[in-house]
């Protein structure tokens, strides 16, 4: 059960930098890590008010040691967090379109969800994942485990929104069935979910409107933390693979990759290094658990989340070939026709 308790401490303002730093400083004992403890001594002999959360404007964040997301310029973006027991949200709004740096290394775990997001040009990286340059970045998240590195640049077209996640890792729930085996939070770069985007933006509206009560706020930001770590799907259950076939854990990190990579080109050896397979034995074994090859099985994939989106009539068929990862039209016109039968726009019209 996640450790965190509705009955904690009201969102207050804090050093969250020195108490986790001192959380995680081995030299210093303790059983456990206690990121945040009632105080009283807070700034300016302020205590907060009404029960609500209460925002930390102009943290102190991005020095050595610090959990906190550093971005280069500072002053290229505002920040604006609320903390509880284990969790700070942060609230990251760009200011200008000049070209911003990010960088995370830290002894907890970091979730980001672009709200809004558009790059003219960048690229993410995040240790044990290829780069991306993907440009649109609206509903995506990305997930970095404690201790794994995140590099990122970007130019951004649009003054986009970023909610970062920070949770102590000791906090994160375990589980009690002994059959199963724990394994470790595995990075995630751009994926989509929709229960944490939308729980992720409805806790931001919330913080910055300050209107809500400090529970409600406290529990999102846990549901926040329960969808996470049952989307990583923490626990894997050993299952005996048909014969010349990836085995389920196999198929279920290949599927997910291509998931939160749809609009993106997928090397083979790609997915085959995620499975530690080589690349000839990866795409029998692909073939024989899907039914179909890989790259068959991604552009499958792509058009039926183009299938979605045509079901929307405000965006044109252009811009639905550009976010599904098509160069052009036509090629996406062709692979829809190939996989349906009949053009976008024909199947547009089926659905008015």
């Known amino acids: 059960m996640l450790t965190y ?17 001192r959380a995680f400083n081995d030299s210093r004992p303790g059983p456990g890590v206690k990121l945040l403890r009632s105080d009283s001594r807070f700034e300016n002999g302020l205590q907060p008010t009404n029960g609500r959360a209460r925002p930390l404007p102009d943290p102190k964040i991005g020095r050595v040691n610090s959990p906190a997301l550093e971005i280069s310029p500072a002053g290229v973006v505002s920040r604006r967090a609320s903390a509880w027991d284990g969790i700070k949200v942060e609230i990251v709004q760009f200011l200008t379109h000049d070209k911003t740096e990010f960088r995370f290394r830290a002894p907890c775990h970091l979730l980001l ?18 780069p991306s340059t993907l440009r649109t970045l609206r509903r995506k998240l990305t997930f970095v485990p404690a201790g794994h590195e995140y590099r990122e640049w ?82 894997r259950r050993r299952r005996p693979p048909t014969r010349g076939s990836l085995a389920v854990w196999q198929q279920r ?7 939160e990579h749809l609009a993106e080109a997928i090397p083979l050896h790609v997915l085959a290094k995620l499975v530690h397979l080589s690349p000839y034995y990866f795409c029998r074994a692909f073939k024989q658990s899907f039914g179909i090859p890989p790259h068959r099985y991604h552009i499958n994939r792509r058009i039926d989340r183009a299938k979605t989106l045509l079901a929307n009539p405000g965006p044109s068929v252009t811009d639905i070939a550009l976010e599904r990862g098509f160069s052009e039209t036509s090629s996406f016109s062709a692979a829809f026709r190939h996989t349906t039968g009949t053009t976008p726009t024909d199947y547009r019209r089926t659905l008015a």
């Open 5 to 21: 308790s509705l009955a904690s401490n009201a969102a207050r303002r804090v050093n969250f930098d020195e108490v986790y730093s």
């Open 113 to 130: 969800v672009y709200e809004e997001g558009v790059r003219d040009e960048g690229e993410t990286v995040v240790d044990g994942l290829p």
């Open 154 to 235: 970007q130019r951004p077209r649009v003054r986009s929104r970023v909610i970062c996640f920070y949770f102590d890792p000791a906090k994160m729930p375990a589980h009690s069935d002994a059959s199963a085996t724990a394994a470790p939070l595995a990075p995630r770069l751009f994926f989509e979910n929709n229960v944490l985007w939308e729980t992720a933006v409805k806790l931001a509206i919330a913080i910055e409107d300050g209107c809500e009560p400090e529970r409600y706020c406290e529990a999102l930001a846990v549901v926040v933390a329960h969808e996470l770590l049952r989307m990583q799907g923490n626990l």
């Open 253 to 259: 990190i290949v599927a997910t990759y291509i998931e």
